[in-house]
């Protein structure tokens, strides 16, 4: 049951827990609609907790209580208490063996939250708080058990798993089969995982570091059996790579991962048994593309390292999420790194990261990376807490140097394994282990909004002295006006007029990392024989923004000439900015729209550079997104941003076309599909030219993209082509086009899914009458988490054009299907009305059409907690 008004929970609220579960036996009869559940607990008071025998409190959802008995004694109903979300037993002695029958009704479960169907195969998601939708428990991260699963079920289910090793199989009297699974391993009950189906599995085994072999075991429906191998590949990777850099080793002698059809996220580190959406672990070279491949191997990565950094050491209380979430983002970026191209991975992650994050930093949500309070958790698994939170941890491994922060988390693992802790506890660890004080660091934990940093410099030529004085501030956020200042790590080099790294210490060191911990600090650099240019927060070194003024010449130079290939690339951004924000405020003012000559030639030279990495020069090429130009804007102006981002696109597209010709035709390759750097670069630069070419709507640029799109060996290639077809093709070739592809994959949900995300994310074809029209389609499913994110969700959140439509039409239509989605499944609702909660950041009547549109979620009756909480703190 969910009030109208949910409570708010806080961190300064935290009480240890009154009873602990030493072991936790379940026992499961599946039936689609009445599955039974007996659970047996060993309960013990918990001697932190004080003195006495409170009542036992158990929480649960959505449950039928069938009985509770107490040391084999049935207790009477008139004995204990159903609360509206859980149990209150009365409890007399300080150790005592509960047992409670339950049922639940896994087929009309479509939050996706607890035990539920997918596909008629029965799969579990307990993280944050559903484990209480399957049984009554004490279902917080700080009370870890040991647990025995056991598994009943029809033989229609030959496939029956759970955490741990297999220890017992079998069958009952009346026929069914039964497997007993035991976790040697205390968890919380977020970690628990139950499947069972009619799967196929590819099986494979890696040997550890020390010797020991695992089984490794990937399972999905047969007709997916053909497309398991690159995650396989990608989980032995990970599993090396923990050994390798951060001294850890898998600890069960069976691994598994299961896909699944109807998923709320990308992927769960169940211990020993990590669940899977289909979307992110299927993969074969027809029908995934390139991002698709580094997607798959980053989430089997961060799944995978989880089970160090979340499972056998946990989150205390779900405020310190960041603490497994932020550490494991880290772990599998710094992964993908290692395994692709170091600097375009964290482009693309920057990226991401401004556009997003910035925005949710800055918008009604704000909070900081451990939050203070929450009404619904599931509201937390945020951007801020998986990315920002990433960004705070490598800002201490920036500050302690790789070998520091190695010592830092060895001393983590080893004080705390087998603990629920703080994210207090993981600083701890890295400041002892090193001999260092992260006081005010750790402000980054508790401080929202995105600091920025003003820089001017001055220079004096008579004394060499090259003087940086930085100022930090950051824009209050809701319940934090105020802000003290950070410790930010400002890595920088100093460029000189031959376009080389100046030395800047006695060592010869060409890059330093300025501690900024003030609110006004200069920094000092001296016996410099000519003004530098600075290159400022090389490779991202924290999450702030920074203001500079550079000219047009001097990021033209930085472009050129920057030793660190992320701030080559961020030159290129900052000066898109400002052609655009030009053309945005030539736009208002009714002047004719112009893109200077200097920006043409400089894309010019960047395609022309041989030297460059494909990849790095088709981020370079890239003009920041309609998104990216909103979240920089003080007040958006929806219309400026797309006629300036058109204008700049057509002009660009028009000025290199023969260069962007020759690039396309140097790229073409016969070679069979690989998901290597090297070949996903000259892919990405390729397929960037080609969408380039086809800005222009000239015949034969399309007919290159019908070219590619008919000849394809690959889906990349394919797909890039066949969006070139439906952003710019005439309407009869674009449809044409379309059911062609349909026609050959309609047996392939993943390539579907990838098929209405083209069409709900094209400006041009992806209309809310075309939307809609999809959402009729036979493969569209309102149930289905993967189909509304790319339908609803690539409208909504991926295009920009359609979405923002002067008549408010398309925020009408997000809010007419949040209202109807918050009633299946609350997660998706709450996550989808996002688009339009950022109403005050827009000019004039957009604004108030979009806060119209929030108002009337608001007032469409009761909502769920999770949609209630977004859109009341949004409407605020
Ligand atoms: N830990 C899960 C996320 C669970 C989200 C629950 N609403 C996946 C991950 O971050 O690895
Ligand atoms: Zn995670």
Known sequence: ???????????????????????????????????????????????????????LVLDGVELELLSVSIDGKLVPASRYQELPQGLSIPVDAPEFELEIHNRINPEDNTSLEGLYLSNGMYCTQCEAEGFRKITYYPDRPDVMSRFTTTIVAPRQYPVLLS????????????????????????????????????????????????????????????????????AMRSLKKAMRWDEEVYGREYDLDIFMVVAVDHFNMGAMENKGLNIFNSACVLASPETATDSTFQRIESIVGHEYFHNWSGNRVTCRDWFQLSLKEGFTVF????????????????????????TTQFAEDGGPMAHPVRPDSYMEISNFYTLTVYEKGAEVVRMIHTLLGAEGFRKGSDLY?????????????????????????????????????????????????ATGNYALTVKQSCPPTP??????????????????????????????????????????????????????????LRDFSAPVKVRYGYTTEQLLFLMRNDSDAFNRWDASQRLAFMALEQLQSDYRQGKSLYLPEALVAAYRSVL????????????????????????????????????????????????????????????????????????????????????????????????????????????????????????????????????????????????????????????????????????????????????????????????????????????????????????????????LVIPITRWK????????????????????????????????????
């Open 1 to 55: 049951m969910k009030d109208a008004q949910p409570s708010t929970v806080y961190l300064k609220d935290y009480r240890v827990p009154e009873y602990l579960v030493d072991s936790t036996r379940l026992h499961f009869e599946l039936q689609p609609k009445a599955t039974l559940v007996k659970s047996q607990l060993k309960i013990r008071r918990n001697p932190a907790a004080g003195e006495g025998l409170p009542p």
């Open 163 to 230: 955490n741990g090793n297999e220890t017992a199989r079998g069958t009952t009297e009346d026929g069914r089969q039964f497997v007993t699974w035991e976790d040697p391993f205390a968890k919380p009950s977020y970690l628990f995982a139950l499947v069972a189906g009619d799967l196929q599995q590819v099986e494979d085994s890696y040997t550890t570091a020390s010797g020991r072999e695992v089984k490794l075991q990937i399972f999905t429906e047969a007709k997916n059996i053909g497309k398991c191998d690159h």
């Open 413 to 461: 693992f080893e004080r705390h394994d087998g603990c629920a802790v703080t994210c207090e506890d993981f600083i701890k660890a890295m400041e002892d282990a090193n001999g260092v004080g992260l006081t005010q660091f750790r402000r980054w934990y508790s401080q929202a909004g995105t600091p920025v940093l003003d820089v001017t410099d001055a220079y004096d030529e």
């Open 479 to 536: 319940g934090q006006e105020q802000k003290l200042p950070f410790h930010i790590p400002l890595a920088l080099g100093l460029l000189g007029a031959e376009g080389t790294d100046l030395p800047l210490d006695s060592a010869g060191n060409t890059q330093v990392v300025l501690q900024v911990t003030e609110q006004e600090q200069t920094f000092n650099f001296t016996g410099l024989q000519e003004k530098p240019l600075p290159s400022l």
């Open 608 to 831: 022309q550079n041989r030297d460059l990495d494909p990849a790095l020069i088709a981020e370079m090429l890239a003009l920041p997104s309609e998104q990216t130009l909103a979240e920089q804007s003080e007040q958006i102006d929806a219309e400026a941003i797309i006629v300036a981002r058109k204008f700049a696109r057509g002009a660009l597209a028009k000025a290199l076309k023969d260069d962007l010709l020759v690039c396309y035709r140097g790229l073409h390759s016969d070679k069979p599909y690989s998901p290597d750097a090297a070949e996903i670069a000259a892919r990405s630069l390729k397929n960037t030219c080609l969408t380039y070419l086809c800005v222009t709507e000239d015949t034969d640029a399309l007919e290159l993209a019908q070219q590619q799109f008919h000849r394809a060996s690959n889906m990349t290639d394919s797909a890039a082509a066949l969006g070139a077809l439906v952003n710019f093709a005439e309407a009869a070739d674009t449809e044409a086009a379309l059911a062609q592809f349909y026609q050959r994959w309609r047996q392939d949900t993943q390539v579907v899914e990838l098929w209405f995300g083209l069409q709900s994310t094209s400006a041009r074809w992806g209309t809310l009458e075309k939307v809609r029209e999809l959402m009729q389609h036979p493969a569209f499913e309102q149930k289905n988490p993967n189909k509304v994110r790319a339908v609803i969700g690539g409208f909504a959140n991926r295009n920009f054009t359609q979405f923002h439509r002067a008549d408010g039409s398309g925020f009408e239509f997000v809010a007419e299907q949040v209202i109807a989605l918050d009633k299946l499944n609350p997660q998706i609702a709450a996550r």
């Open 841 to 876: 950041k827009y000019r004039g009547e957009l604004g108030e059409k979009m806060q119209g549109a929030l108002q009337a979620v608001m007032d469409s009756g009761k909502l769920s907690a999770d949609l209630y909480e977004v859109v009341s703190k949004s409407l605020a």
């Open 331 to 354: 772990r599998d970026a710094e992964f993908s790194a290692d395994m692709n191209s170091r600097a375009v991975k964290r482009i693309e992650d920057v990226s991401m990261l401004r």
